[in-house]
């Protein structure tokens, strides 16, 4: 495989949202290809019908975009392997299910789904394989004579891998090692099924192998089905085109006991999707990390911690410095626990380390959405700049910049009423004018001005510091309160500042 061109695949079937783990295998495929130069193939895997969700496979290709994990082949962008969606591959599959038929290696089925459940009624731990075979309604049990009147006559039926006794099949995984599977434990599974769609596990053999993909990799939970996968490249002759494999570990439970469900995500009110999910059928809506607010390259950058690092300490990762540090090698086995806290410590870290101006539209749109109107982009610029470091999840600026934007709806009273005084009138009174006056408008210049009349008036600085800053902010939070008020302008400062005394001495 040396030396053909890297290519690999993020093979999702379009049955409802992506979970993180799902993003985090797009983010190890992507960076994967890139590091060797390589091409991403979105490919999806749309066969089984009964699972088909309407809006899935847009919604993936949204994530993605969301991500900037951009397929360079996909159902949308076309490419030299078109179509990349298996429902309109169909034509291409049977040929290879028949070849197998023919070498022995598959067999025809024809039990009903009604005969299917009655063995499941009577047996235990019903498989259809080796021990039960021979006695099921198949080319292996019928005669030739059998089996070709019932295919004349059009009798439904499937194709199965008939797996062989008494063998062990093994491979390289490259997160893994070596793993064997013993063939004797597999049953035969459906590899086309009666609507003449291939199953997973053949489709994906087919595919792999016709769109010469290089390296595979996938969940963990895709381990058990290797051992057919492997056969059927052995049986189609394309072993020596095989796909190298990595099984990349679960995400854990915070606990770490079982993998991280939808479930637990609702049950400890955190998102497990990466975008809003609103399932069609029951109208049910999975929250995501979009819409939470998080910036793609922190939820990047979280998912490519979780079982990866580069060795050293370093935590903050751009998609370029992990596309540079990236190795398979270094993706561990085991699980991964899931942190919310931690996740969210990435996005503060990110909404630090990007400029105010990359954020600006993404803030803009946080504000708007949450009833905040935004008329001067500039403006917002120097706020985010201002309050950044203070917000954890892009949805706080609405508390920590809305302000700018808007004369405080509520007062914390308790704040400052019970400690109020004629004096605290006096000054505020008094500084409405002086501030009037100022003919310089900036952080310094303000501080001077109000620590000046502070002392004139005999005051301390902290009985009216919390006031002041009340008056423009509502409440005790944001930065500098000379920084707001240099933001906010003189106009507004003067209007809030005799607005908020009514509202006080009331
Ligand atoms: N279609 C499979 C899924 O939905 C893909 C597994 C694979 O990558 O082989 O996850």
Not at 192 to 199: N, V
Not at 466 to 491: N, Q, S, T, W, Y
């Amino acid at each position: 495989m040396s030396n053909s061109k890297v290519r690999v695949r993020f093979a999702p079937s379009p049955t409802g949202g992506l979970h993180l783990g799902g993003v985090r295998t797009v983010l190890f495929n992507y960076l994967f290809a890139k590091k060797h130069g390589g091409d991403f193939v979105l490919r999806i895997e749309d066969t089984d019908q009964n699972r088909y969700v309407d809006g899935a496979e847009k919604y993936i290709l949204d994530c993605l975009k969301w991500c900037g994990l951009t397929p360079d082949e996909s159902p949308e962008v076309g490419g030299h392997y078109a179509p990349y969606r298996q429902s309109e591959r169909k034509a291409i599959y049977r040929e290879y299910a028949e070849r197998l038929v023919a070498q022995g290696h598959a067999y025809y089925a024809f039990d009903t789904t009604e005969e299917l459940e009655q063995k499941r009624k009577e047996i235990p731990n019903f498989q259809y394989g080796q021990v039960y075979r021979d006695g099921l309604n198949n080319s292996l049990a019928l005669t030739t004579g059998e089996v070709e009147h019932l295919l004349d006559k059009g009798v439904p039926h499937v194709i199965r891998i008939k797996m062989p006794t008494d063998e062990s099949v093994h491979f390289n995984d490259m997160i893994r090692g070596h793993v064997s599977f013993e063939t004797n434990l597999v049953d035969d599974k459906v590899l086309l099924k009666a609507d003449g769609m291939p199953t997973y596990h053949l489709a994906v053999v087919v595919d792999d192998y016709l769109m010469k993909i290089t390296h595979a990799f996938r969940g963990e939970e895709w381990l058990p089905s290797a051992p057919i996968h492997l056969l059927l490249w052995r049986y189609l002759g394309w072993e020596a085109n095989m796909p190298e494999w990595a099984h990349l570990p679960l995400i854990l439970k915070p606990d770490g006991h079982g993998k991280l469900s939808k479930r637990d995500g609702a049950r400890l009110g955190f998102p497990v999707y990466a975008m809003n999910w609103l399932d069609p059928k029951t109208q049910e809506l999975t929250p995501g990390f979009r819409e939470l607010g998080f910036l793609p390259e922190a939820f990047l950058n979280l998912l490519a911690m979780l079982g990866w690092n580069d060795g050293t300490d370093k935590e903050i990762f751009t998609l370029d410095e992990l596309i540079d540090s990236f190795s398979i090698e270094r993706v561990s086995k085991a699980g991964a626990k899931f942190d919310f806290e931690k996740a969210k410590w990435y996005n503060a870290e990110w909404i630090k380390k990007l400029q105010a101006t990359s954020l600006e539209p993404q803030v803009k749109h946080e504000l708007e959405i949450r009833g905040v109107e935004v008329t001067d982009d500039a403006y917002l610029v120097k706020v985010i700049e201002a309050v950044k470091d203070r917000c954890v999840l892009l949805a706080d600026f609405r508390q920590q910049a809305g302000y700018f934007f808007e004369i405080p709806a509520e007062y914390d009273l308790p704040s400052v009423q019970p400690k109020w005084t004629d004096a605290k009138t006096d000054f505020f009174n008094e500084l409405i004018l002086k501030l009037s006056s100022a003919e310089v408008w900036e952080p310094v210049q303000l501080e001077v001005i109000f620590k000046y009349l502070v002392e004139e008036k005999g005051l301390k600085i902290g009985d009216v510091m919390l006031p002041f800053r009340i008056m423009l902010v509502g409440g005790k939070f944001g930065p500098h309160v000379f920084d707001i008020a240099a933001l906010l302008g003189k106009e507004e400062t003067v209007e809030r500042i005799g607005v908020a005394l009514e509202v006080f001495t009331a």
